[in-house]
């Protein structure tokens, strides 16, 4: 039998094809088709729907980030991972990657809905700092969300080109939580015009918008101090560069993670418009543990997040700053080294990115509307 896998080749490491076919004594390969990157995947899945063909009837299993799971879905891309819930990988995860996995027809998040995905790997976003630049101008490497308001700091921030980012960060400096929604927003007291004016003033402190790893090379060469992005991308240069430092916002960060999904019409291993029969043994292997290149602050296993407060919802709080003075400053004391899962106490307050509700787009929009970003969707 033959498992045919879809997925950008950096999802997928090395030795992952040679064990799987190991582990299955001679009864199933892998056929990986990898691709550059995500863009790559999701042309290959919605530029055979445009061409009137069944939806990549030779692949089984494609790799998506967790943000592309709900249009993929709305658009008839995906089919429901089929008999999910009696495999041993379902019960393998917890409360909080179940319900991020659990959708109605329009993609959103549902109890009553299909499992469309097994989780890969996850990751947070994170701040990452050139200490030794820092220092020298009597500063510490940020410690929380806040600490990016600090006008020395004025045009020396670059962030990833995203409006969730810009967005989770201006949440962040005013004490909500950085997946809040609008009613959030109204029920802690905060204003439109608030998170607006707030918005204006991380963009005027940014010197860099960093489309395709610009916030990156900015930190590397020199032209800022301080980077927010995704750990995925920020841990290379932590490694590269041994003055830049890694530090999660110790009042909570968003999450993003790496998913494995089941194309519309895969016809791999089967006769009936399912996948492979050996879909359940891949998506067991991916979650192991020792299948990651190793854990650390770029990606880790599902099985190592620990429960999200509030079920992966927004933290109740109104003021997390204060609540979290003492995270804070331990977080000061524990830089994160790149090898290393941010503490449990900021894990715990994260949240991943999902659908916005109507209200929350408009309010998004809003404080967005005078600016250069397109859809807050992605």
């Known amino acids: 039998m033959v498992l045919r896998v879809l997925a950008p080749q950096t999802l997928v490491p090395g030795d992952w094809v040679s064990d799987f076919s190991a582990a299955m004594e001679g009864m199933g390969v892998v056929a990986l088709k990898p691709m550059k990157g995500y863009k790559e995947v999701w042309d290959e899945l919605a530029g055979t729907q445009a061409k009137g063909r069944k939806v990549s009837t030779n692949v089984d299993c494609v790799g998506l980030p967790d943000t592309w799971l709900q249009p993929a879905i709305a658009r008839g891309l995906l089919q429901p991972i089929p008999a999910a819930r009696r495999h041993r990988w379902w019960s393998l995860l917890s409360a909080d990657w179940r319900r991020l996995v659990t959708r109605d027809d329009a993609g959103l998040q549902s109890p009553y809905g299909e499992v469309y995905a097994c989780p890969s790997s996850w990751g947070t976003l994170l701040m990452a700092s050139h200490g030794p630049r820092l220092r020298r101008k009597g500063l510490q490497p940020p410690r929380d969300w806040v600490d990016l308001l600090d006008p ?7 962030l990833d080109d995203s409006p969730r980012v810009l967005l989770a960060a201006a949440l962040g400096t005013l004490g909500l939580d950085p997946g809040a929604t609008a009613a959030d927003v109204a029920r802690c007291g905060v204003r439109a015009g608030d998170l607006r004016a707030r918005v204006r003033r ?3 402190a ?30 290379g240069t932590a490694q590269r560069s041994t003055g830049v430092v890694l530090s999660a916002p110790a009042s909570g960060t968003l999450l993003w993670a ?21 879909l359940p043994a891949w998506l067991e292997l991916g979650l192991q543990p020792s299948r990651q290149r190793r854990p650390s602050v770029g990606a880790a296993s599902p099985l190592l997040l620990p429960p999200l407060l509030g079920g992966g919802q927004a933290v109740p709080d109104c003021d997390l700053l204060s609540d979290n003075a003492e995270g804070a400053s331990m977080a000061a004391r524990h830089v994160l080294r790149p090898h290393q899962l941010p503490p449990t106490r900021v894990l715990q307050r994260s949240r991943f990115l999902t659908p916005l509700d109507p209200a929350t787009e408009e309010l998004f929009q809003e404080c967005l509307v ?9």
């Open 206 to 235: 940014t010197r860099v918008f960093g489309k395709d790893g610009a916030h990156v090379r900015a930190l590397e060469g020199g032209d800022v101090d301080v980077a927010v992005g995704w750990g995925d991308a920020l841990v």
């Open 370 to 378: 005078d600016m250069d970003q397109e859809s807050v969707l992605v």
């Open 258 to 278: 790496d998913l494995w999904a089941v194309p519309r019409g895969a016809q791999g291993g089967a006769t009936d418009g399912q996948p492979s029969p050996l």
């Open 152 to 158: 020395a700091l004025g045009g020396r921030i670059a």
């Open 202 to 204: 991380l963009r005027a």
